[in-house]
């Protein structure tokens, strides 16, 4: 049975950081590119971050280079995504899942191309 957790969410106020973690159950991780996804209020799920099976390649959305960085040690069957600098703009719940429909040596931060996913974790950034 594959199961995927996040771990990590929580309330910051804007400028904190949080460390969001994945941990995957049942399966193998470093078998799959990995992506974050997240979904703010009366929005649509959006790509985040992803990150190839060796951890070579990185992708991230245009909303958060240079504020997000996404790492994954295989030995642990976890992959992370360090966020710092969080703006209100960032809050929703964040997804992270498997990626199963190829896509070349690299990653994608299209939903349509992940099958397993977690349940989802709340990162509020508020006053």
């Known amino acids: 049975q594959l199961q995927l957790v996040e771990s990590g969410g929580g309330l910051v106020q804007p400028g904190g950081s949080l460390r969001l973690t994945c941990a995957a159950s049942g399966f193998t991780l470093d078998y799959y590119a990995i992506g974050w996804f997240r979904q703010a209020p009366g929005k649509e799920r959006e790509g985040v971050s992803c990150i190839n099976r060796s951890g070579e390649i990185t992708n991230y959305a245009d909303s958060v280079k240079g504020r997000f960085t996404i790492s994954r040690d295989n030995a642990k069957n976890t992959v992370f995504l360090q966020m710092n600098s969080l703006k209100p703009e960032d809050t929703g719940i964040y997804y992270c899942?498997?990626?199963?429909?190829?896509?070349?040596?690299?990653?994608?931060?299209?939903?349509?191309?992940?099958?397993?996913w977690g349940q989802g974790i709340q990162v509020t950034v508020s006053s």
């Open positions: 899942a498997a990626q199963t429909i190829p896509w070349g040596l690299a990653c994608s931060t299209s939903p349509r191309d992940y099958s397993y």
